[in-house]
């Protein structure tokens, strides 16, 4: 049999002995990676940016594994040396702190695994009485799994608003966007897991099978395993999504009636939209989704009283009645201004795939591929009011902060499974997604300051927040986030990485 002869890759390691030293160590690497492990330059580039360019963490090495096995032979090598070197999954990097990236260490290239698929990616299953599903590779993109269930007529049942995000991606976070409220965030619409530890184990898990793994993973931030397989839970899907846009002058009315919208009891429940969010209109805000001939009126709504909030709902049809849904739903509504509803009526497949039409915009603009300096938090119910004072209208507003992206909208905690990584806030039953969602060529920290400036004002007031997608600065920070789940969290990571290797970029154990 004939063999080649093994490369040597060489990683720097700090070791204790009679003093902290610096040395080189030499890493034989198998022949069959000798042609998938890249440290060339553009490799090594493209690995050390994530969608928000702020940070910025240069890898030794890039792996574009060409089976699942070479993945797992990276790990082995790993797990079984003295000096255990960093492995981050890297699928489309659209994090905004790095969580994709391993400094001196080997990022893995998940797309590359397409070519190992052979068109395998994606493979639908079920009936009518038993449910259908996907089984999905880790590295798949949600738009191709929108693409592929549709044409049979199905669809995942909760979505993000972006859908050029890899499964693994998603399901390392929570993956939540208008529908999570009905239908709870992607990570609880998973039945069964494929999954490669930080021991190099190859695990099948599910709720039943290997459950602490399976509910570890499902929003660990990449901690506990590389997801290579998920399976998905799938819906019939309608053809046609009536997308509606309501203002509101005020905010105690715009909350109100977002939350007569996602009360499970009460005569508004028959018509619950199966898409809810919510946005801010500045002075500044784009006004593309609305009429020519409206923008004026509605950019002297917002002049008069400084933001003007929306409630963004859709309802998914099939048959031409909808329009009676839709009055009937906006029957139960009480403060918006009368004469500021607006309408579209889309496909499903354009209505979910919305934001890569903005997307193709910005790029043209070259505002795309910069800096985004962006803030997720997850606020209780019984402080938004306080939140839209101080954050809104005393940091946005008097600062000038009128071009941001902000969005707005409750979710449910009944929704959600404690089980589970994912963090929310403690105790109230109803909680709101805000999401700051910035980008500046030139001056990405002064957006983060204000970032900075909202959590410091969250502090002062007591107001008990929770980050999603976040970014800390130290271990004791992440224990905070974390709260009553540390000790669970801090457990598995020894349990299923305990040589901590995986996913170092948010720095969580490897700060």
């Given at each position: 049999?004939?063999?080649?002869?093994?490369?040597?890759?060489?990683?720097?390691?700090?070791?204790?002995?009679?003093?902290?030293?610096?040395?080189?160590?030499?890493?034989?690497?198998?022949?069959?990676?000798?042609?998938?492990?890249?440290?060339?330059?553009?490799?090594?580039?493209?690995?050390?940016?994530?969608?928000?360019?702020?940070?910025?963490?240069?890898?030794?090495?890039?792996?574009?594994?060409?089976?699942?096995?070479?993945?797992?032979?990276?790990?082995?090598?790993?797990?079984?040396?003295?000096?255990?070197?960093?492995?981050?999954?890297?699928?489309?990097?659209?994090?905004?702190?790095?969580?994709?990236?391993?400094?001196?260490?080997?990022?893995?290239?998940?797309?590359?695994?397409?070519?190992?698929?052979?068109?395998?990616?994606?493979?639908?299953?079920?009936?009518?009485?038993?449910?259908?599903?996907?089984?999905?590779?880790?590295?798949?993109?949600?738009?191709?799994?929108?693409?592929?269930?549709?044409?049979?007529?199905?669809?995942?049942?909760?979505?993000?608003?972006?859908?050029?995000?890899?499964?693994?991606?998603?399901?390392?976070?929570?993956?939540?966007?208008?529908?999570?409220?009905?239908?709870?965030?992607?990570?609880?619409?998973?039945?069964?897991?494929?999954?490669?530890?930080?021991?190099?184990?190859?695990?099948?898990?599910?709720?039943?099978?290997?459950?602490?793994?399976?509910?570890?993973?499902?929003?660990?931030?990449?901690?506990?395993?590389?997801?290579?397989?998920?399976?998905?839970?799938?819906?019939?899907?309608?053809?046609?999504?009536?997308?509606?846009?309501?203002?509101?002058?005020?905010?105690?009315?715009?909350?109100?009636?977002?939350?007569?919208?996602?009360?499970?009891?009460?005569?508004?429940?028959?018509?619950?939209?199966?898409?809810?969010?919510?946005?801010?209109?500045?002075?500044?805000?784009?006004?593309?989704?609305?009429?020519?001939?409206?923008?004026?009126?509605?950019?002297?709504?917002?002049?008069?009283?400084?933001?003007?909030?929306?409630?963004?709902v859709a309802t998914?049809?099939?048959?031409?009645?909808?329009?009676?849904?839709?009055?009937?739903?906006?029957?139960s509504l009480k403060?918006?201004?009368?004469?500021?509803?607006?309408?579209?009526?889309?496909?499903?497949?354009?209505?979910?795939?919305?934001?890569?039409?903005?997307?193709?915009?910005?790029?043209?603009?070259?505002?795309?591929?910069?800096?985004?300096?962006?803030?997720?938090?997850?606020?209780?119910r019984s402080r938004?009011?306080?939140?839209?004072?101080?954050?809104?209208?005393?940091?946005?507003?008097?600062?000038?902060?009128?071009?941001?992206?902000?969005?707005?909208?409750?979710?449910?905690?009944?929704?959600?499974?404690?089980?589970?990584?994912?963090?929310?806030?403690?105790?109230?039953?109803?909680?709101?997604?805000?999401?700051?969602?910035?980008?500046?060529?030139?001056?990405?920290?002064?957006?983060?300051?204000?970032?900075?400036?909202?959590?410091?004002?969250?502090?002062?007031?007591?107001?008990?927040?929770?980050?999603?997608?976040?970014?800390?600065?130290?271990?004791?920070?992440?224990?905070?986030?974390?709260?009553?789940?540390?000790?669970?969290?801090?457990?598995?990571?020894?349990?299923?990485?305990?040589?901590?290797?995986?996913?170092?970029?948010?720095?969580?154990?490897?700060?």
């Amino acid at each position: 049999m004939a063999t080649s002869s093994p490369i040597v890759i060489y990683f720097i390691a700090l070791f204790v002995a009679s003093s902290i030293t610096s040395t080189m160590l030499a890493i034989s690497v198998p022949p069959e990676l000798t042609h998938n492990l890249h440290t060339d330059p553009g490799a090594i580039k493209l690995a050390s940016i994530d969608y928000g360019r702020i940070i910025k963490e240069k890898p030794f090495a890039v792996l574009y594994p060409s089976s699942l096995d070479d993945i797992r032979t990276l790990i082995n090598l790993s797990y079984s040396s003295s000096f255990p070197y960093t492995i981050a999954a890297k699928g489309q990097a659209h994090s905004t702190w790095g969580q994709a990236q391993a400094n001196k260490g080997v990022v893995v290239q998940m797309s590359s695994l397409n070519s190992f698929r052979n068109g395998t990616g994606i493979l639908i299953s079920g009936d009518r009485s038993s449910g259908f599903y996907a089984d999905v590779g880790g590295e798949q993109l949600w738009i191709d799994v929108l693409n592929a269930t549709i044409a049979r007529g199905l669809s995942p049942v909760s979505w993000t608003d972006y859908l050029y995000l890899t499964i693994g991606g998603t399901l390392s976070n929570a993956g939540i966007s208008g529908q999570t409220y009905r239908k709870g965030p992607q990570i609880t619409n998973v039945l069964e897991l494929d999954v490669l530890t930080g021991k190099g184990e190859f695990v099948t898990c599910t709720s039943q099978k290997d459950t602490e793994l399976f509910y570890a993973v499902l929003g660990g931030l990449g901690q506990f395993g590389i997801i290579t397989r998920a399976r998905i839970v799938l819906e019939p899907a309608k053809e046609r999504v009536k997308w509606l846009r309501i203002l509101y002058s005020d905010f105690s009315s715009f909350s109100t009636d977002q939350d007569t919208l996602i009360s499970t009891t009460g005569p508004s429940h028959k018509v619950m939209p199966d898409y809810l969010e919510g946005q801010l209109l500045m002075s500044q805000s784009p006004l593309d989704f609305y009429p020519q001939s409206q923008h004026q009126k509605i950019t002297s709504l917002i002049n008069q009283y400084g933001i003007v909030y929306l409630i963004e709902v859709a309802t998914y049809y099939d048959n031409k009645n909808e329009h009676k849904r839709v009055k009937q739903m906006l029957k139960s509504l009480k403060g918006f201004v009368h004469g500021f509803v607006f309408e579209k009526d889309v496909t499903y497949l354009e209505f979910l795939n919305r934001v890569h039409d903005e997307e193709i915009v910005l790029r043209k603009k070259g505002l795309w591929d910069i800096p985004h300096p962006w803030l997720n938090i997850f606020i209780p119910r019984s402080r938004i009011t306080d939140f839209d004072n101080g954050a809104f209208r005393n940091i946005l507003l008097k600062r000038n902060f009128t071009s941001s992206t902000v969005l707005v909208y409750p979710l449910l905690r009944s929704k959600w499974d404690e089980r589970m990584s994912a963090v929310i806030p403690d105790e109230e039953d109803v909680f709101y997604v805000v999401g700051f969602l910035d980008a500046s060529a030139d001056d990405w920290e002064t957006f983060d300051n204000r970032n900075k400036d909202i959590l410091q004002f969250c502090v002062n007031g007591g107001i008990k927040f929770k980050q999603y997608l976040g970014h800390h600065a130290t271990k004791e920070e992440w224990i905070n986030h974390f709260g009553s789940k540390w000790n669970t969290f801090q457990q598995r990571k020894a349990r299923f990485d305990p040589k901590m290797i995986l996913s170092p970029g948010l720095r969580i154990f490897n700060n």
